[in-house]
Structures are given as structure tokens and as C-alpha cells.
């Protein structure tokens, strides 16, 4: 039984002239007409105007959180980083994010500025409209070709800048390759550290410092392509006095996921508790090449159990020194249904790229995600085992219960197997939760003898879900 992701492939095709460059999307199956869906309706009108103002207003106290806190979501630009694992060093920093992002155009001298005046290309943002705690963000993100530009943060998800719990991650082109980029500043109110409690292949962490202290996370050795899609997934649980959070990746033209972190943040009950952003961000000053993102399917999980669709945007340009000699060179739309940030080289300003100006888009109300795709493989009087198939939706926990009573509940990504102190002698239950929260239960029936033959007691049977959200 394999799984699918519950919607076409979808690319972006870029055809270059000598005069322009035009985007298009297609789909392997229908592919709809791009559109900015803009609703003239005075209530819609009414319920926009204060979403602006909101976040426009939460944009202006965002400078003064960071600053009394531990700094704006730079993790340690232009610093010198060792790795954990190879004892590589990585020069020249790749996470700083200027703070002005969400301040109508205010523009002010930084240190950056005297040191390299007007080279850069704008800094831009997108800030969504999903208001209220969650525990669960999600967003696709897609390079085209001609929008790849070394020194580039592609930011996909940003979160809590200032607060307890805050975060951003996303895909990066870094001069070492193309890696994916994990960050969580440090708590505010306490001197405890985050620690990793779990690190994929090929996944290094550090400490970060410059503006902002906190842990980084990141993977070169998995890499990312232009033209391709991946979606990123980060979800949050509590485990005593502390929250942790993970981070899975997926790849849509191989199906394939991977689990590449998981964080121990020293302080409980902390959620994604402010608007979603992301962001497009040129870190080291080539302003003159051009770089550009597209997001699809965003999605904050609320704590009330809806979706909340990034639908809507609010669209940001930093305007600072800086960036003086390519102040101009931006863009930002809607195009299939998917929300774009272009800047540097010779793009321009089009409808959609208005500072502080909203964009929308058509989407579902929750994600197409198929629930996860479970084979309960063996039962024995030793243990219980299954396995998950390449493609499907990653494990986010299980529960074993054995006769009727809950045996072992464990969040872990990776475990398929759970060993039993005594064996079972009427049921033997399995749920299994994806990270979207879909659920999966499995059930063997006891029908011989605890002394039986172990092989005697297997079944290789697939359950449908029986709940999902």
C-alpha cells in the first residue's frame, strides 16, 4: 500500500527573452488560471482594513520585543560559526533579518549600512492572517531557477520574534550548498539552554550570537533544487516543564520525508502564538542579482482544532541604506494561487507590491494531506512492530494499549517497534499520530495461548484511519 500527497506535482516553468522574464504554472493534472482574487464587499473590506492595521500595529512593537529581549531573528550574521559534527567552519554568517521589516518604510542607519552602503537588494515579507495560538505551521516553498542567488534566505515560517518560544525556518542558498536552516532564540525570562533531542543525518547545530542569541539548526547534506517543490512542517508538545519542537521536510517530486530536529526549549507552554511571516533576504549585498520564492498551502493548526489558511497577506519592504542602489528592484503577488517575493537585479514593482498593501489567494481550509499510510507487521508475546512506507506522512507518536489499557505512549518520530513487559492475552492495540494529526488504529486480537509459536501471531493488515482533523 503506498501513499501520495493528495495533489498533483505542481512547477513552476520560467521561459527567458532578451526583454523579460515570464512565470507560469502548470500541473501534471488541471492546472487553474492565475488570478489575484481581491473581494470588493464592504464587510470584506472592513475585516481587511483591520487586519492591516493589526499587523501594522504589532509590526511597530515587534522592534520594541526584539530589542528589549535578545534581538531581531539574526542568528549570528557575519560571524564566524564552528559545526558540531565535521569541525568545518563556515564564514560569513547566514541568518541575519533586518527588524525594520514590518515598520511602513521607516528607514534607519545600521552598522551594516556604514559598512556596505546601498549593495544590498530589499529585504521582504509577508506576514499572514492567523492570529490566535497553534501548535502546528506549515508551508510549501519553491525556487525557480532564475530566483537562485547565493546568499539568499528563503524564510518560509517566522514566528514569537521577541517572545519566548520564537523561531524561523526555511531553505537557504549558502555558499557550503543548499541547506535547510532550523533557529530558535533563546528564552527570555531564564538562563537555560535549548538542546537538541533529536539530530537527523547530517544535521549540525551551534549556537548563535549577534543579534539575537539562541541555537541554530541546519542541513547541507540533504540539499534542496530550484524548480522543485518541498514542504516544511515544524509542530510543538509539551514534556514537563519544557516545549519542544520538530522539524520535517518533504520533497514532492520523490514523496520521500525526513525528520531533521527536534529542539528542548526550558520553558512550557509556549506556542505559535503570533502571525505567521515569511520572508526573502539577501544577507551579504548582491543586490544586483535577482532572487525569488513562491509559498503555497500555509497553515497554523489553532488549539480549538481548526486550520487557519494563509489566504491572506500583508506585504512588506524594508527601505533602508543599505539597500539604496536597488530600493526599487522588488516585487510581490499572487500567481496560481501561490504568493511570491522578487527582489534585486531588474525586477520592478507591479499591482500586488504595495508596503503595507494585502494580497489574497483562493486555498482549501485545511491541508491536503493524506493520513498516514501504517502496516502493523508483527505481533508476538515479546512485541509489537510496524513499519511506515516511504511517502507517507511522518509518525509524530504512538500509543500501544494492551487489553484495553494504554500500555506506552511515546512522541517519537522514528520508534516502530514497543517491547512488552508481559505478554498480552486479549488485545493488542496501536495508534499511530501523524504530525498533522491525522490517527491510525490498528488492533490484534489474542486467540491462542501466550506459549504459542510467536510466528503463529503476526497479521499483515492495513487500517483506514478512524480520526482525523
Not at 120 to 133: F, I, T
Not at 150 to 175: E, S, V
Not at 285 to 291: F, H, Y
Request: charged share 25%; net charge negative; proline share 6%.
Amino acid at each position: 500500500m503506498g501513499c501520495s500527497s493528495g495533489r498533483p506535482i505542481r512547477r513552476l516553468s520560467v521561459s527567458e527573452s532578451s526583454d523579460s522574464i515570464e512565470y507560469k504554472m502548470y500541473e501534471e493534472s488541471e492546472s487553474p488560471n492565475p488570478h489575484v482574487h481581491w473581494d470588493d464587499s464592504d464587510e470584506e473590506e472592513d475585516d481587511d482594513d483591520y487586519y492591516t492595521d493589526h499587523v501594522m500595529d504589532a509590526s511597530m512593537n515587534f522592534r520594541d520585543r526584539v530589542m528589549s529581549s535578545k534581538g531581531p531573528r539574526s542568528a549570528g550574521a557575519r560571524s564566524r560559526v564552528t559545526t558540531t559534527s565535521a569541525g568545518e567552519t563556515f564564514d560569513g554568517g547566514s541568518e541575519y533579518f533586518d527588524i525594520d521589516t514590518m515598520t511602513e518604510g521607516r528607514s534607519e542607519m545600521t552598522d551594516w549600512d556604514q559598512e556596505e552602503p546601498g549593495i544590498h537588494a530589499p529585504s521582504l515579507s509577508l506576514w499572514y492572517n492567523d492570529e490566535g495560538p497553534g501548535d502546528i505551521l506549515t508551508q510549501d516553498v519553491y525556487v525557480p531557477k532564475v530566483g537562485l542567488t547565493k546568499y539568499t534566505y528563503y524564510c518560509c515560517l517566522q514566528w514569537n520574534a521577541g517572545m519566548n518560544g520564537g523561531g524561523y525556518c526555511g531553505i537557504q542558498d549558502h555558499p557550503k550548498g543548499h541547506n535547510y536552516i532550523f533557529s530558535l532564540w533563546d528564552p527570555i525570562d531564564t538562563d537555560k539552554k535549548i538542546k537538541p533531542i533529536y539530530v537527523g543525518p547530517g544535521t549540525i547545530y551551534e549556537p548563535f550570537g549577534g543579534e539575537g542569541q539562541g541555537l541554530k539548526t541546519w542541513n547541507f547534506s540533504l540539499g534542496w533544487e530550484p524548480d522543485n517543490w518541498y514542504t516544511l512542517v515544524t509542530r510543538r508538545w509539551d514534556d514537563d516543564d519544557r516545549t519542544c519542537y520538530g522539524f520535517w521536510v518533504k520533497h514532492h517530486l520523490t514523496l520521500e520525508w525526513t525528520h531533521l530536529v527536534s529542539l528542548e526549549f526550558p520553558v512550557p507552554g509556549t506556542y505559535f502564538e503570533t502571525l505567521t511571516c515569511s520572508f526573502l533576504e539577501d544577507w551579504e549585498g548582491s543586490g544586483d542579482q535577482e532572487r525569488r520564492v513562491h509559498y503555497q498551502n500555509g497553515y497554523k493548526h489553532g488549539l480549538n482544532g481548526k486550520w487557519l489558511p494563509f489566504d491572506k497577506a500583508v506585504f512588506s519592504m524594508v527601505n533602508e541604506t543599505r539597500c539604496k542602489l536597488f530600493e526599487n528592484n522588488y516585487d510581490s503577488g499572487v500567481l496560481d494561487d501561490t504568493f511570491y517575493l522578487h527582489s534585486g537585479g531588474q525586477s520592478m514593482p507591479t499591482g500586488g507590491a504595495v508596503n503595507g498593501g494585502m494580497l489574497k489567494r483562493k486555498m482549501p481550509q485545511k491541508p491536503d494531506v493524506l493520513p498516514i499510510c501504517v502496516y502493523l507487521s508483527s505481533v508476538t508475546a515479546e512485541e509489537v512492530s510496524w513499519d511506515i512506507p516511504t511517502g507517507s506522512v511522518p509518525q509524530f507518536q504512538y500509543i500501544v494499549y494492551i487489553d484495553r489499557m494504554i500500555y506506552k505512549q511515546e512522541i517519537n518520530s522514528e520508534a516502530r517497534t514497543c517491547k512488552f513487559n508481559t505478554p498480552p492475552t486479549e488485545l493488542v492495540e496501536l495508534l499511530i499520530e501523524d504530525i498533522y494529526g491525522h490517527a491510525v488504529r490498528s488492533r490484534f486480537k489474542v486467540s491462542n495461548p501466550p506459549d504459542c509459536d510467536p510466528e503463529t501471531r503476526k497479521r499483515l493488515e492495513v487500517y483506514v484511519p478512524t480520526a482525523s482533523h
